[in-house]
């Protein structure tokens, strides 16, 4: 094979991965613009509230710790928020419809650089799962995303301090072959009287949920089950 052939098919694949995935490349916070980062040049991007990933492939196991940020482990900055602070992550592009949104958030006590969000502190403010059946349709709150490329939550009232802010989708669309998907962000809460969730709302990750959770290990085109169960704890509300 020439070389220009090798270049056209590197370039395929290069191209036929973009267009198989997405990632969250920037946050709209209270007005404001966050670029993140792009798949395939995190080195070009400039500094960015946004931790660190570098490539548009999902996690296949719930148990892999890159499950938690897509692998990213610390970012330059933070973004100021405050209680009632609307957060837009952007996508340029995602191409998948069925399976759950959700959206985390941790709390760190303490500075960025000593927060790897490994303990049991994870908890949701908001998530979507199937609107209606059938499970291989697109009555799902994913199937905004293609189209929309966004996904708008507000900051609940939470005490101040430094927080990570997780979007999490994950993609069934392939049965019994989950896709994880994953990028977080660093928040800087401010005000007072905000509160926090009771453990029942606080978990691990990787750990919330296992493999063979329903919603998790299932088959879209065979099972008729009419309603999704989405995996985790429930949302906390403030
Ligand atoms: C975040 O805000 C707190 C006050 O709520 C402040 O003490 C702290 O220094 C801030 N951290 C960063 C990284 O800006
Ligand atoms: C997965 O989680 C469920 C519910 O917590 C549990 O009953 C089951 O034993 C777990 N399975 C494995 C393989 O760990
Ligand atoms: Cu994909």
């Known amino acids: ?137 697109k009555n799902w709150g994913q199937a905004k995303i293609p189209s929309e490329k966004k996904w708008t939550v507000k900051v609940p009232k939470v005490a101040a301090g430094n927080y990570l802010v997780r979007h999490e989708i994950i993609a069934i669309h392939t049965g019994n072959a989950p896709q994880f998907y994953a990028e977080c962000a660093q928040l800087n809460v401010s005000g007072s009287g905000g509160g926090k969730p009771g453990m029942e709302y606080l978990v691990s990750i990787p750990g919330y949920a296992n493999m063979s959770h329903p919603g998790i290990k299932i088959d879209i085109y065979t099972s008729k089950a009419t309603k999704y169960e989405i995996p985790g704890p429930p949302v906390w509300h403030g």
């Open 1 to 137: 094979m020439g070389l220009q052939a090798l270049l056209s098919v590197l370039l395929a694949l290069v191209v036929s991965q973009v267009i198989a995935h997405g990632a969250i490349v920037a946050y709209t916070i209270d007005g404001k613009e966050y670029p993140g980062y792009k798949g395939f040049q995190p080195a070009a991007s400039p500094p960015t509230i946004q931790r660190q990933w570098n490539n548009y492939e999902p996690s296949k196991d719930i148990a892999d710790p890159r499950t938690r940020c897509h692998g990213g482990t610390s970012a330059p900055l933070s973004a100021p928020v405050s209680p009632g602070s609307t957060i837009v992550a952007k996508w340029d592009y995602w191409p998948h419809y069925q399976g759950p949104v959700m959206v985390w958030l941790y709390a760190c006590n303490g500075p960025f650089d000593k927060c790897d969000g490994s303990s049991r502190g994870w908890f949701k403010i908001d998530q979507v799962g199937m609107l209606g059946p059938p499970l291989s349709g």
